[in-house]
């Protein structure tokens, strides 16, 4: 049985950076992509970026720039550097796991970025 438990969500300031990880247990193939989205008030669900093992990234146009994905493969642990944060990030943010064509979601963690 494979759980995500994302850590790092919180409340902070227009500006300020915070820094979300999400740690993977249980059988987790080598190969795989794990990754961030997140669901604001109201709205669906998007992505915001992914990382392959291999250490291939793809980001949202919309936090180019600002946000960083990481992972330490070791762990089986991704993280999401949020830097230059805006109201507008304000979301729960939901770790994703994908290997062998199988989805996999933590809970989600909320961010909240206030002026």
């Known amino acids: 049985q494979v759980q995500l438990v994302e850590y790092g969500g919180g409340l902070v300031q227009a500006g300020e950076s915070l820094r979300l990880s999400c740690a993977a247990s249980?059988?987790?193939?080598?190969?795989?992509?794990m990754g961030w989205y997140r669901q604001a008030p109201g709205k669906q669900r998007e992505l915001v970026a992914t990382?392959?093992?291999?250490?291939?990234?793809n980001a949202a146009d919309s936090v180019k720039g600002r946000f960083t994905i990481s992972r330490d493969n070791a762990k089986n642990t991704v993280y999401l550097q949020m830097n230059s944060l805006k109201l507008e990030d304000t979301a729960v943010y939901y770790c994703?796991?994908?290997?062998?064509?199988?989805?996999?979601w933590g809970k989600g963690t909320l961010v909240t970025v206030s002026s």
């Open positions: 994703y796991l994908m290997m062998r064509g199988m989805g996999y």
């Open positions: 249980g059988s987790i193939f080598s190969t795989n992509i």
């Open positions: 990382i392959t093992n291999n250490g291939r990234t």
